[in-house]
Nanobody
Framework: QVQLVESGGGLVQAGGSLRLSCAAS????MGWFRQVPGKEREFVAA????????DYADSVKGRFTISRDNAKNTVSLQMNNLKSEDTAVYYC??????????????????WGQGTQVTVSS
């Protein structure tokens, strides 16, 4: 069983930055999703196993950056210029298929427990 452990959430003012990290051992493509109460979990960013391919939701393009350090078994999400609408529980996810980036919840095999990000306006 794969364990994904997120860290780095918290409270920040609008315009500020946070960096989320996810510890995940093994060979996986990775993604970040977020969810607010009453809404479906939504895609935020994805990165290939090699790190050469990345993609983002339109709502975070230019503000968020996903990266990975396979030597340290870590995937990160750098979030800059945060907005109140970024407030959510953020989840990292791992996918055993490595052939393409994935954008849907059902395409991922393992999930972390989530970390709360709150942006105050």
């Amino acid at each position: 069983q794969v364990q994904l452990v997120e860290s780095g959430g918290g409270l920040v003012q609008a315009g500020g930055s946070l960096r989320l990290s996810c510890a995940a051992s093994g060979r996986y493509a990775m993604g970040w999703f977020r969810q607010v109460p009453g809404k479906e979990r939504e895609f935020v960013a994805a990165i290939s196993w090699s790190g050469r391919s990345t993609d983002y939701a339109d709502s975070v393009k230019g503000r968020f950056t996903i990266s990975r350090d396979n030597a340290k078994n870590t995937v990160s999400l750098q979030m800059n210029n945060l907005k109140s609408e970024d407030t959510a529980v953020y989840y990292c996810a791992a996918r055993t298929r490595l052939d393409a980036l994935a954008y849907e919840v059902a395409q991922y095999d393992y999930w972390g427990q989530g970390t709360q990000v709150t942006v105050s306006s």
